[in-house]
Antibody, heavy 117, light 107 residues
Framework: QVQLLQSGPDLVRPGSSVKISCKAS????????LGWIKQRPGHGLEWIGD????????YYNEKFKGKATLTADKSSGTAFMQLSGLTSEDSAVYFC??????????WGQGTSVTVSS | DIVMTQSQKFMSTSVGDRVSITCKAS??????VVWYQQKPGQSPKALIY???NRHTGVPDRFTGSGSGTDFTLTISNVQSEDLADYFC?????????FGGGTKLEMK
């Protein structure tokens, strides 16, 4: 069955960076776009961008350009999102989700990032 | 960007009721809409894809309808386990955008 397993919670300092991982299993990792989504209480869900692991092609929400960098390692079936220049506004739960013709159909369990000094 | 508007932030219901949750797109998104259910501490679960198709394993009391700019998720015979947040997503154009969510509560 399709599974997306994300890395654990992170507590990071303002101004630093964090890298979240999303390990895929149960499907052909290189054949599907994989997206990243941010969720904060009171701010709903925001699509950050997605990556096609087969080619490394990416699309970013303009709002997150310069903030998020998406990569993927085909050998391990793992996608990564690095967030840089962290502020309190980046404290959120981040999800990865497989993207098919039918939208984001399978989601990871979420990774909580807390930015605090 | 396409704005997806769920005008009802909260809806109250009772077990056995029928409830309709709406989502309006600021532009034509054809049928590229997904409905999700999210319970506290969990990731969103896809219920309906392409506006009106039920995902495998989703109970048939969940029905999606609409195309273009107006979409509806209807839950018939509401069960207690249906109390959750519901979101719509458009994936017709980048950037993909979500509705603000509707919280289904018990009366």
């Amino acid at each position: 069955q399709v599974q997306l397993l994300q890395s654990g919670p992170d507590l990071v300092r303002p101004g630093s960076s964090v890298k979240i991982s999303c390990k895929a299993s149960g499907y052909a990792f290189t054949n599907y776009w994989l997206g990243w989504i941010k969720q904060r209480p009171g701010h709903g869900l925001e699509w950050i961008g997605d990556i096609y692991p087969g080619s490394g092609n990416t699309y970013y929400n303009e709002k997150f350009k310069g903030k998020a960098t998406l990569t993927a390692d085909k050998s391990s079936g793992t996608a990564f999102m690095q967030l840089s220049g962290l502020t309190s506004e980046d404290s959120a739960v981040y999800f990865c989700a497989r993207m098919s013709l039918y939208g984001m159909d399978y989601w990871g369990q979420g990774t909580s990032v807390t930015v605090s000094s | 960007d396409i704005v997806m508007t769920q005008s009802q932030k909260f809806m109250s219901t009772s077990v056995g009721d029928r409830v309709s949750i709406t989502c309006k797109a600021s532009q034509n998104v054809r049928s590229a809409v997904v409905w999700y259910q999210q319970k506290p501490g969990q990731s969103p679960k896809a219920l309906i894809y392409l506006a009106s198709n039920r995902h495998t394993g989703v109970p048939d009391r969940f029905t999606g309808s609409g195309s273009g700019t107006d979409f509806t998720l209807t839950i018939s015979n509401v069960q207690s386990e249906d109390l959750a947040d519901y979101f719509c997503l458009q994936h017709w154009n980048y950037p993909y955008t979500f509705g603000g969510g509707t919280k289904l509560e018990m009366k």
